[in-house]
């Protein structure tokens, strides 16, 4: 018996002094090894994820077409604003041209070419889309009315416009210049 434990001893002897095989793994190894672990695929979740993701991207290009269409027809109908802006001003000396008062035959003959003119013109403009802004008379809207002036009145109420210093004018839905008016207060 006393030769089997010595046995034993040398054996454990042997196995404690024999250097042991060792396998040097490196960090990458480890991290490749624990991603391959974790990389399990939910195709299910993927399909779920790439759906919602086409729906997005199908929703943002709808809203990309639609916002262009709405900026294409607000460019076409808006596409004369620059030049009526331009051309109200001639309007308005146009109108206070034809406010003159006169007893000469020439210069009368000359106011009526004027408001043929000035006719011409507004045709044009309203051809374009360009109305009036109704004024005197009216409520006073701070959207279509500048109020330059407010004035006590018995003949009107409180927020009426009472007179009108310069037209206003719309191009179609717009207000290019609001109407500078006298209210009642």
Excluded at 22 to 33: D, S
Excluded at 43 to 71: C, G, H, I, P, Y
């Amino acid at each position: 018996m006393e030769e089997k434990e010595q046995n034993q001893n040398l054996q454990q002897e042997e196995n404690v002094t024999e250097p042991t095989e060792t396998v040097e793994v490196t960090e990458e190894e480890v991290i490749q090894a624990d991603l391959v672990e974790d990389e399990k695929p939910d195709f299910e979740a993927q399909l779920a994820e790439a759906k919602a993701s086409e729906l997005r991207l199908r929703a943002d290009f709808e809203n990309f077409k639609r916002r262009n269409r709405v900026e294409a027809e607000n460019r076409a109908k808006y596409s004369s604003q620059a030049i009526v802006e331009k051309l109200l001003p001639l309007v308005d000396n146009l109108d206070r041209a034809l406010q003159i008062e006169t007893e000469n035959e020439e210069t009368k003959s000359v106011l009526t070419g004027v408001e043929m003119v000035k006719r011409q013109l507004v045709e044009t403009l309203q051809n374009e889309g360009v109305v009036e802004i109704p004024a005197v008379g009216e409520a006073f809207d701070p959207n279509l009315h500048q109020a330059v002036v407010q004035e006590a009145s018995e003949e009107h109420e409180s927020g009426i416009v009472i007179a009108e210093f310069q037209k206003g004018y719309k191009l179609h839905d717009r207000v290019i210049r609001p109407s500078m008016v006298k209210v009642a207060e």
